[in-house]
Structures are given as structure tokens and as C-alpha cells.
């Protein structure tokens, strides 16, 4: 499975951004999907992930209600729709895709990553 995010950028505070994450060699509707994020400095967090299922989804904390991730079968794309971003948003942005769980909310259980797609809010 090969994954390529996309659609990160620079926007202020209270702005939207949509990533999306291409998936090829795999069917996104027969694995798990998630989006983690990468703040300079720290650890890899998840954001939030989608099930295999497409039927499922959790989000951390601090994207609960600002966030949405999606999955387009037909384009074999999963998404996340940020809105009202935060400067604590920023870092860089990576897709995942697990093969052996329905869904899944830590880095160890996913197999195969996207290479990033940098986000970052500031005024």
C-alpha cells in the first residue's frame, strides 16, 4: 500500500483546511485508515481514524467537533476536514493505513504511512 497526503499549507487561526490522503495497491474500504500528527519537537499523535468498515470513526480531544475524516471508495482517497484550526494544529500531517484491526488510534498499529503533509496556523 502507497499512501500520498496532500493539501497542507499555511493558514491562520480559525481557518479550514482539507488533506487528503491517496491510497493505491489497496482498496482504502478493506483497511483501517487514520491521520496522526507530528508537532516540532514531539511525538507522532493521532488525530483521528476511520474504519475499515467506513461506519466508525474517533478523533482526540482537542479535534472533537473541528474535525471530520471521510473516505471516497470510488477515488480511493480517505480525508480530514479541519475547520476553526488552532495554532496548537501545527505540525506535519501523515495518513496511515492498518491491515490487521478495524480501527485503530495509536502509530504502532498501523502498517503502512504517507510520507507528510505540513500544516501550519499562525497569524
Known amino acids: 500500500v502507497q499512501l500520498q497526503a496532500s493539501g497542507g499549507g499555511l493558514v491562520q487561526p480559525g481557518g479550514s483546511l482539507r488533506l487528503s490522503c491517496e491510497a493505491s495497491g489497496r482498496a482504502v474500504s478493506t483497511v483501517a485508515m487514520g491521520w496522526f500528527r507530528q508537532a516540532p519537537g514531539k511525538e507522532r499523535d493521532f488525530v483521528a481514524a476511520i474504519s475499515r468498515s467506513g461506519y466508525t470513526d474517533h478523533y482526540t480531544d482537542s479535534v472533537n467537533g473541528r474535525f471530520t475524516i471521510s473516505r471516497d471508495n470510488a477515488k480511493n482517497t480517505v480525508d480530514l476536514q479541519m475547520y476553526n484550526l488552532k495554532p496548537e494544529d501545527t505540525g506535519v500531517y501523515y495518513c496511515?493505513?492498518?491491515?490487521?484491526?478495524?480501527?485503530?488510534?495509536?502509530?504502532?498499529?498501523?502498517?503502512?504511512w504517507g510520507q507528510g503533509t505540513l500544516v501550519t496556523v499562525s497569524s
Open positions: 496511515a493505513a492498518a491491515i490487521e484491526i478495524s480501527i485503530g488510534t495509536m502509530a504502532e498499529e498501523y502498517d503502512y
